[in-house]
């Protein structure tokens, strides 16, 4: 007779952690959730590709941005996953690698739009939150992490910087890549987008009461992570 193999009863398994990682763009959040994610162990889910991923789906298809019904109908019925074996984890949609795709000007713009849409957001709520069932141990990084997916994580943290600060930070990154922009476009373009992440009705750009902010304008991101790294520590220590 067979027998299935029993866990012995010391077999602890490891106790929960998932880090809320929220704020704009700019504050260096993604490099470091990633970094974050590495140090500890942990895995590392970026929420924002898979408005991206909508947004691309909504560009092929072409579905107006501005139909939220048609948006809504869009994520309910496209499948948006991640390779988990690659580092960080990359989005896919209905089954296709589209985690470089979904970087270009066009699709930032478009996921901007998407993302106000609420039928797309319940879609991606509940795919973040089951994400967070079957890996328990994670980063998470957006906008509404900590205050709606993810509302008794263990720790919340909330990224901000202040808009020329996070301009300057996109000039240069810009620049690398060998585009010439405007100072003076790229803030204003940042204050459009604040504008219109904070002020959506659903899952609007929020830190949530008990997340801890972390202002990153004069600090190095090597700063940031060893800053939330020690907060983990902490957090880890209590429990
Ligand atoms: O972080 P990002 O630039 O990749 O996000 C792409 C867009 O999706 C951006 O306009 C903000 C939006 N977003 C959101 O509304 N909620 C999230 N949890 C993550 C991103």
């Known amino acids: 007779m067979k027998r299935r193999a029993r866990a012995p009863s010391s077999f602890i398994l490891p ?12 504050t260096g959040k993604s490099s470091v959730s990633q970094e974050v994610a590495r140090r500890l162990g942990l895995g590392f889910l970026d929420t ?43 989005v896919r949609l209905d089954g296709q690698d589209v985690a470089d795709q979904i970087r270009s000007e066009e699709v930032s713009s478009g996921a901007s739009k998407v993302a106000v849409v609420p039928r797309v957001r319940s879609a991606m709520v509940k795919l973040q939150q089951e994400v967070g069932r079957n890996r328990p141990q994670l980063v998470t990084e957006g906008r509404d992490q900590g205050t709606v997916v993810f509302p008794n994580a263990e720790l919340k943290i909330y990224l901000d910087a202040t808009p020329e600060e996070r301009a300057k930070r996109r000039k240069l990154q810009l620049e690398t890549k060998g585009q010439k922009v405007d100072y003076a476009a790229l ?40 800053a939330i790294i020690a907060l983990a520590q902490q957090v880890q220590k209590q429990a």
């Open 48 to 90: 924002g590709a898979m408005y991206r991923a909508i947004a691309l789906a909504a560009i092929r298809r072409r579905t107006r941005l501005d139909d939220a019904d048609a948006l809504g109908a869009l994520a309910e019925s496209v499948k948006v996953d991640f390779d988990w074996s690659a580092t960080p984890p990359r």
């Open 187 to 226: 803030l204003e373009q940042i204050r459009e987008r604040d504008a219109r992440d904070s002020g959506r009705s659903v899952g609007p750009l929020a830190a949530a009461a008990d997340a801890r902010r972390i202002d990153t304008t004069l600090l190095t991101q090597q700063q940031v992570t060893d």
């Open 15 to 26: 106790a929960p952690m998932i880090i809320t990682i929220d704020g704009p763009a700019g």
